[in-house]
């Protein structure tokens, strides 16, 4: 009987991209990353945007000078220029592409969460974790971000064993950055822990010149 070999035939269409990077010896970047959101906080009002019992500040901290935040808008940009390599399959010369857009601090006490969102005006969104307690708390979930399936019926695959609604839940932890579509809904758990959780998210643009 002659074999039929599946794997070979396997085109994932509609896939979504979620990147994953971590910055090495992060631990003097992110404390003055954190020193500097502070005193954001205390400066500026917090603007409204997805979080609840949490403070995000004003969105321009692409276009801020600050010594740790522009070592991060380095990395930043260097991983939007990785992904757009990655996703596309094409070779991007670095000093010819330009990253700029949006960039925010956030800061949740115990008790904050998200409410479900997207990014618009985006190439790649994407978060950055400063400081973020590590304990587990009462729940796997506590305090972790979660993407939302963008298909719309995977609910109709009905099988006792398998399921095609996988759950894309990622634990924060300290100089972990993701990065994905800006039009991937998501949002964050409630968080319950002894300190404050501080992250960088953005909205990044990127310009390949010729
Ligand atoms: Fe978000």
Same mark, same amino acid.
């Given at each position: 009987?002659?074999?039929?070999?599946?794997?070979?035939?396997?085109?994932?269409c509609?896939?979504?991209?979620?990147f994953?990077?971590?910055?090495?010896?992060?631990?003097?970047?992110?404390?003055?990353?954190?020193?500097?959101?502070?005193?954001?906080?205390?400066?500026?009002?917090?603007?409204?945007?997805?979080?609840?019992?949490?403070?995000?500040? +004003?969105?321009?901290?692409?276009?801020?000078? /600050? %010594?740790?935040?522009?070592? &991060?808008?380095?990395?930043?940009? @260097?991983?939007?220029?990785?992904?757009?390599?990655?996703?596309?399959?094409?070779?991007?010369?670095?000093?010819?592409?330009?990253?700029?857009?949006?960039?925010?601090?956030?800061?949740?006490?115990?008790?904050?969460?998200?409410?479900?969102?997207?990014?618009?005006?985006?190439?790649?969104?994407?978060?950055?974790?400063?400081?973020?307690?590590?304990?587990?708390?009462?729940?796997?979930?506590n305090?972790?971000?979660?993407?939302?399936?963008? +298909?719309?019926?995977?609910?109709?695959?009905? /099988? %006792?064993?398998?399921?095609m &609604?996988?759950?894309?839940?990622? @634990?924060?932890?300290?100089?972990?950055?993701?990065?994905?579509p800006?039009?991937?809904?998501?949002?964050?758990?409630?968080?319950?822990?002894?300190?404050?959780?501080?992250?960088?998210?953005?909205?990044?643009?990127?310009?390949?010149?010729?």
């Amino acid at each position: 009987m002659q074999s039929i070999k599946l794997n070979e035939a396997v085109m994932y269409c509609f896939g979504t991209p979620l990147f994953k990077a971590r910055i090495r010896d992060h631990a003097a970047m992110n404390a003055e990353l954190a020193a500097f959101l502070r005193k954001e906080r205390d400066a500026t009002p917090d603007k409204h945007m997805s979080a609840v019992r949490g403070w995000q500040g +004003r969105k321009d901290l692409f276009e801020h000078d /600050h %010594p740790a935040l522009n070592r &991060l808008k380095g990395q930043v940009a @260097k991983a939007v220029i990785a992904v757009t390599q990655t996703y596309f399959g094409q070779a991007l010369d670095p000093a010819k592409c330009f990253v700029n857009g949006e960039m925010w601090g956030n800061i949740i006490p115990s008790g904050g969460y998200t409410k479900l969102h997207n990014h618009s005006k985006s190439h790649w969104s994407g978060v950055y974790y400063i400081d973020v307690d590590q304990t587990e708390g009462d729940w796997p979930e506590n305090g972790c971000i979660e993407f939302v399936d963008p +298909r719309s019926f995977p609910t109709a695959f009905h /099988h %006792p064993k398998f399921s095609m &609604l996988p759950s894309l839940t990622i @634990k924060p932890e300290n100089g972990l950055m993701l990065l994905f579509p800006g039009w991937l809904n998501h949002y964050v758990h409630p968080y319950h822990g002894p300190a404050e959780r501080i992250s960088i998210a953005f909205n990044a643009m990127i310009r390949v010149d010729d």
